[in-house]
Structure formats: structure tokens, C-alpha cells
């Protein structure tokens, strides 16, 4: 659907490069819709930063995040985009558009902080969007993780009423028992296996029992990197709650992807 926008990844920058993009502002969030099957509409859309860099042009997450992570800038890089999310939702809401939700991708050092939630109930309280419309996405792997500050991190987000989902579901080797003690309300089945789905037995049977185990556990799900009709058709039979992917709407600045919005008042 629609042409993608001119985006490249390159070698992983250093240091200083991405910490000198940082203080010229050249990180822009995009957006990418979440399609509510049920209602047949959209429900919100996952907030995925890129770098407008002004010889190399727009650059992928993948290529950063990880020096973000390693090197710690992505404290300040998940600050900027959290702020800028909320900002963004609520701008949208301001302007008459359907109330969503506004998911933003959360790193394990950011949420190991002491003071994460206090940072992030301070970003609400500016922004004046409601918890809510918010919701953290936390890795497989992170979200079951058993560290004291991790457990009570999340409990305190979810006093806040912020949901958290986890992300990547299936990929990491986590205890499922521990996602009964989780305080999440949703699993995002990886892309990897949505795409091998209507091709590999296998992986239809672990998106099919992903499914199954969220509903019983009362989690709604949400498949990634859905990109043919073929792979749309399937999850829906199979109860997917959310689709997300490029057959959809590819992730895309906010003024592209308010264009995309239905319902608009404006
Ligand atoms: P993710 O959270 O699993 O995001 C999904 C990735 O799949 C995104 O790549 C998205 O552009 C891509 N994608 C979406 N639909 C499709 C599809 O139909 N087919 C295919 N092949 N890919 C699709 P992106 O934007 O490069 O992000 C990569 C990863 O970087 C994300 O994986 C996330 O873990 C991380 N990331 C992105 N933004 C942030 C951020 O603001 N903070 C943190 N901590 N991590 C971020
Ligand atoms: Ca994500
Ligand atoms: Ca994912
Ligand atoms: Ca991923």
C-alpha cells in the first residue's frame, strides 16, 4: 500500500555521531497504525524513531538503537521520543481524531532506572494525555525478566493505568508461567513468524497457540509485520485482535499518518 518513503540503514554509527544528531535534533518519530480487527479500524499506532541525517538521509532504528543501548543515549533518546509520542497523541485527540493509543518501545536500561516512572508520569502531566492512551512495549525477554526494580517498574506503570505490552513474543525463552505475575495486557506475535505462517506449518502452529494462550490468559494480541492479504486473511480467521504491518500502513511521519486517520473532524 502506497509507495515507502526513501529510508536506508548503514553501518551502525558511532558514539559521538549519534550523540551529536541528538543535540541537533535530528530524531524524528514515525508512526505506524495498529488496525483493530473487530471494529475494523484503527486503534492507535507503535511510535518508531528514525534519524533524519543530512548527508545519509532518513535512517532506520536498527542501525541505532543498538549503539543508543550500548552506549547509554538511549536514556536520552527514549525521554525525547516518549515525550514527543504523548505530545503527538494528544495534538491528535486536540485536533478531532478518534482517541487512540500511542505505543512507544521501551529499552531494558530505561525502565531499570529508579526514577523511570517518575520521569514518565511527569511526561503525562505535561502533555495532559491520559495513561491510558499510552502503552509501553517491553521485549519478550525484558518484560518476563525477574529483577526487583524490572517487577516493580512495571506494577507502578500499571497503577498509573499505562498498559504494557510485550513485544517480539515467541522469540525469547522466557518461563510462561511468569506472564500470569506480568502486568501486561498484550503480546505482539513476532514478525518472523507471521511472515513464515501460510508457508511453514510450524510456525502456524506456534501463531495459532500464541493466540489461544493470550485469549485464555484475557491478553488481547496483536500480530507484526503482517504484509499480504493471504497472512491478513489467516490471523484474522485464527481471532488476532490487532494487525500491524505494511499491507496495512507503513510506519510513516505524523502528518502522512494522519492523513491515513478516518474520522477526522478536520
Ligand atoms: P520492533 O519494535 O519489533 O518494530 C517492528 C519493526 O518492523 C520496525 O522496524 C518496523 O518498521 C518494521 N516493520 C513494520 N511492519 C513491517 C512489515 O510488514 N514487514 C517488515 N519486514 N517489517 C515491518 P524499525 O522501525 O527499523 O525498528 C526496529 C526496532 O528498533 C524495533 O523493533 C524496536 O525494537 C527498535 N526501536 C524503534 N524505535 C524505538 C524507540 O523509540 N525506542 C527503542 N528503545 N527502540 C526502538
Ligand atoms: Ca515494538
Ligand atoms: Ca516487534
Ligand atoms: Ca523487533
Redesign the pocket.
Same mark, same amino acid.
Given at each position: 500500500m502506497g509507495t515507502a518513503p526513501a529510508t536506508h540503514s548503514l553501518t551502525a554509527p558511532t558514539v559521538n555521531a549519534l550523540a551529536d544528531g541528538l543535540n541537533k535534533g535530528e530524531f524524528v518519530p514515525?508512526y505506524?497504525p495498529l488496525w483493530d480487527v473487530q471494529h475494523q479500524c484503527w486503534e492507535g499506532a507503535?511510535?518508531?524513531?528514525r534519524w533524519q541525517h543530512p548527508t545519509e538521509g532518513l535512517i532506520?532504528? #536498527?542501525t541505532f538503537?543498538p549503539v543508543a543501548e550500548q552506549s547509554g543515549l538511549?536514556l536520552e533518546?527514549?525521554a525525547f521520543?516518549l515525550r514527543a509520542a504523548c505530545q503527538q497523541m494528544m495534538h491528535w485527540r486536540q485536533r478531532g481524531l478518534p482517541e487512540g493509543i500511542i505505543a512507544?518501545?521501551?529499552?531494558a536500561l530505561?525502565i531499570h532506572q529508579p526514577d523511570f516512572v517518575e520521569d514518565l508520569a511527569r511526561i503525562l502531566r505535561d502533555t495532559g494525555l491520559p495513561a491510558p492512551a499510552l502503552e509501553l512495549?517491553l521485549?519478550e525477554t525484558l518484560a518476563l525478566e525477574d529483577t526487583p526494580i524490572l517487577i516493580e517498574n512495571l506494577h507502578r506503570c500499571q497503577a498509573l493505568g499505562i498498559r504494557l505490552s510485550i513485544? #517480539?513474543f515467541g522469540t525469547g525463552s522466557s518461563s510462561l508461567a511468569r506472564l500470569q505475575c506480568c502486568p501486561v495486557t498484550r503480546l505482539k506475535i513476532d514478525?518472523t513468524f507471521v511472515t513464515h505462517m501460510t508457508t511453514e506449518p510450524k510456525d502456524r502452529a506456534i501463531t495459532e497457540s500464541v493466540i489461544t494462550l493470550g485469549h485464555n490468559l484475557n491478553l488481547s494480541i496483536v500480530a507484526?509485520?503482517?504484509?499480504t492479504a493471504t497472512q491478513q486473511q489467516l490471523l484474522e480467521k485464527l481471532g488476532c485482535d490487532v494487525l500491524?504491518?505494511?499491507?496495512l500502513a507503513?510506519?510513516a511521519d505524523a502528518e502522512t499518518t494522519e492523513a491515513l486517520w478516518p474520522g477526522r473532524s478536520v
Open positions: 514515525f505506524q507503535e511510535t518508531l524513531i532506520q532504528s #536498527d538503537i538511549i533518546l527514549g521520543v512507544v518501545n521501551v529499552s530505561q512495549e521485549t513485544d #517480539d514478525k507484526e509485520g503482517v504484509e500491524q504491518g505494511y499491507r507503513r510506519p
